[in-house]
């Protein structure tokens, strides 16, 4: 048996989780129909990390964000800082989806989510940092969820 290179079973896993997600929601509407090509990984075609954030601000609109698809998006950006890993151009991102007003929140019962007590951005990207280098990307690419409130679009 060929052992795949830890970023092939990376990314079969990842998109594992993303299947499993579009069958059960709404998911990136906003992304046209042919964006499904062989760039497709993680929901997002490689685009501009201007159209990514728009992307994540239409999906906003729709349901809340996982980290998983604000790593796809930071991934596929087309100007993506090479020396940067993937955790590092995830974190950039969650910054500028910040400053766009999204905040870090809980999901809570019944469809609704619960803001995190501390929006300050260092705090947010320090707390997602750590678990990310403790756990792994797989392990909690669906604990961290984002909201844009309606008062903040």
Request: negative net charge.
């Amino acid at each position: 048996m060929v052992k795949l290179p830890a970023e092939a079973e990376l990314v079969i896993a990842m998109n594992q989780k993303v299947e499993a997600l579009q069958s059960t929601s709404i998911f990136l509407a906003s992304i046209p129909s042919d964006a499904c090509t062989t760039n497709y990984i993680g929901g997002f075609p490689v685009a501009s990390l201007k159209q990514h954030i728009e992307w994540l601000i239409a999906e906003a609109e729709h349901d809340y964000v996982s980290l998983s698809l604000i790593i796809g998006a930071a991934n596929k950006a087309d100007e993506a800082d090479p020396n940067l890993n993937q955790m590092q151009r995830t974190l950039a991102l969650i910054g500028k989806l910040l400053d766009h007003g999204f905040q870090a929140v809980d999901l809570a019962d019944h469809g609704k989510c619960v803001p995190w007590p501390n929006q300050d951005r260092a705090s947010i990207l320090r707390r997602i940092e750590e678990a990310w280098r403790r756990s792994g990307e797989l392990e909690i690419a669906f604990d961290f969820w984002f909201d844009l409130p309606k008062s903040r679009r």
